[in-house]
């Protein structure tokens, strides 16, 4: 390392927001870049190979070390020497353990603000998350920095980001160490690993026609370059003398586009510009709820087993379904920070950096899915997999229908059959009576034949019926008998009658023993 070169740390360097804040701050020479992650070396891409990283870790300009923030002497050695460190490490969101999250967000950022006292440090900057102020249940409309942390979170990932934020903000001006909190609200863009793919995955399987909700919660999403942007502005700021540092030493911030979206609208974009068909049927999310609480108990169960983290869970759903806006004011105006790619120019690249993605490029699955073997491949596997999807809507409907009616109301068996023989009596009677085109549209008619029955058959019929209820009265009659009753109760009292003595006896030879 040159003397003269100013140094820098981005912990968790190798995740996503953080790969474009390494990739910002070599680029435009801001800093050398020390990259810290878990890894026990760095794996590169073949673009960042060829690109500003690349080049950067040849000419010693940037450097990889292999760091576990949970063990305090390893984050020394790699603070060491540093003028700023940007900390943004912290496990995939979707992983609800608190133990992990517990070890790295909170003890790993206690590890961080230790060490660097102890250095001397002079700026640390935190990645916190606008899900510290939010409680899982109510949305937040355009929210600001004066929201307080609520008494509980949706889940161990946003609990724990909220302590590694507060304890960040306490340990400025210790030792002389200014520190801020980034919160980004929705990062996408080049290099997710999250939105794009899981997006993609469910519309290859068929999964992202529905909207979980009314499908108007309104977001703020933020371009992934406007993160790195917002990171550099604040240590900007912080490296400024006087008022400025002193007005943004110690401070939260929203950062956002600044351009809120309904949600569902901005999935459909990116799928839409995928090849993939927009979401349009909405489900309510509390319909959904029940289904994601046992999915995530199942992931419990089988998690340490192997299991895949769901996609489906409790938590997932609520974001899915309310809104989470901010006014980044007071960073705009304390940061200097204003989005540098606008919504519509981030969403673009987005889809063109995800091109292997797109419909066209989807692998062509041969023979029938493992699902639909396992179903028989018939008129029950195209109805519960959604091949048929007029049928699967009718089947709902109807299940619906019946259980609304005629169980969840609480009727006896013969009620509820008489309400169903009523229903399909009405549903044929109706039927029966429209025409044959309805705008445009064949009513497929059931022939009259259906209903008739040749004068055999109906002798048949009546013949069984008084069979059957001939046998019902001569078995009643047989029962109505006395020496009939009397010798049922004979054979029935005579096993009793034995268990009982044979236990007498076994209690006075226990007794001689």
């Known amino acids: 390392m ?86 943004m490490a912290a496990p995939n969101s979707s ?88 919160r980004p609200s929705s990062i996408f ?22 909207i979980i909700g009314d499908g108007n919660n309104v977001y703020d999403f933020t371009y992934v370059e406007n993160v790195a942007h917002a990171h550099i502005c604040a240590e900007r700021a912080l490296a400024s003398s006087g008022e400025v540092a002193e007005k943004a030493a110690g401070q939260a911030y929203f950062v956002t586009n600044m351009e809120p979206i309904k949600f569902w609208e901005f999935i459909s974009r990116i799928l839409e510009g995928l090849g993939y068909q927009r979401p349009k049927i909405k489900i309510p999310a ?34 899915l379904s309310c809104s989470r806006s901010f006014d980044c004011s007071k960073a705009k105006d304390q940061l200097g920070y204003s989005p ?40 029950v596997a195209d109805t519960l997999l959604w091949k048929n999807k007029r049928q699967t809507l009718i089947v709902l409907l109807v299940l619906g229908a019946i259980y609304y009616n005629f169980i969840a109301l609480g009727s006896t068996l013969i009620t509820a059959v008489s309400k169903l023989l009523l229903v399909s009596l009405i549903f044929l009677f109706i039927h029966g009576s429209l025409p044959n085109r309805i705008f445009g549209y064949t009513v497929e008619k059931i022939p009259a034949s259906n209903f008739h029955l040749s004068e055999e058959k109906s002798r048949d019929i009546v013949l069984l019926m008084a069979s059957s209820w001939n046998g019902v009265v001569n078995v009643l009659k047989s029962l109505c008998k006395g020496k009939d009753w009397i010798l049922f109760l004979k054979d029935f009292h005579s096993p009793l009658y034995l268990s009982m003595c044979t236990r007498k006896r076994s209690k006075k030879s226990m007794l001689c023993f």
């Open 2 to 87: 040159s003397g003269e070169e100013r140094w820098c740390v981005v912990t968790g360097g190798r995740g996503f927001a953080a790969r474009h804040l390494v990739e910002t701050l070599i680029k435009y020479e801001i800093f050398a870049v020390r990259i810290a992650d878990l890894p026990s070396s760095i794996d590169l891409e073949s673009y960042e190979e060829n690109g500003t990283l690349g080049e950067a870790l040849r000419s010693g300009r940037a450097y990889y070390i292999s760091t576990d923030l949970r063990h305090k002497t390893q984050v020394l050695k790699a603070l060491e020497g540093v003028e700023v460190v940007f900390h």
């Open 95 to 182: 992983i609800n353990n608190f133990q992990l999250h517990h070890s790295v967000n909170v003890q790993g950022t206690k590890n961080v603000i230790e060490a660097c006292i102890e250095l001397k440090v002079k700026r640390l900057i935190y990645t916190s998350s606008p899900s510290v102020v939010f409680d899982g249940f109510h949305g937040i409309f355009n929210g600001n920095e004066s929201l307080p942390y609520p008494p509980n979170h949706i889940d161990s990932y946003s609990a724990t980001k909220a302590e590694g934020e507060a304890l960040v903000i306490k340990a400025n001006g210790v030792n002389g160490l200014l520190t801020c909190c980034i």
């Open 189 to 210: 863009g080049p290099g997710d690993r999250l939105l794009v793919p899981s997006l993609v995955s469910a519309a290859r399987a068929g999964k992202s026609k529905f």
């Open 286 to 319: 509390s319909v959904i709820m029940p289904i994601a609480h046992l999915v995530e108990l199942t992931y419990r169960l089988f998690g340490p087993y192997g299991m895949k983290v769901p996609q489906l869970t409790p938590s997932r759903v609520r974001l």
């Open 340 to 379: 540098i790619v606008s919504l519509e120019d981030g969403i673009q690249k987005t889809i063109e950096s995800y091109s292997h993605m797109r419909a066209e490029n989807q692998p062509k699955r041969e023979g029938p899915s493992k699902a639909s073997v396992y179903l028989g491949q018939g008129r």
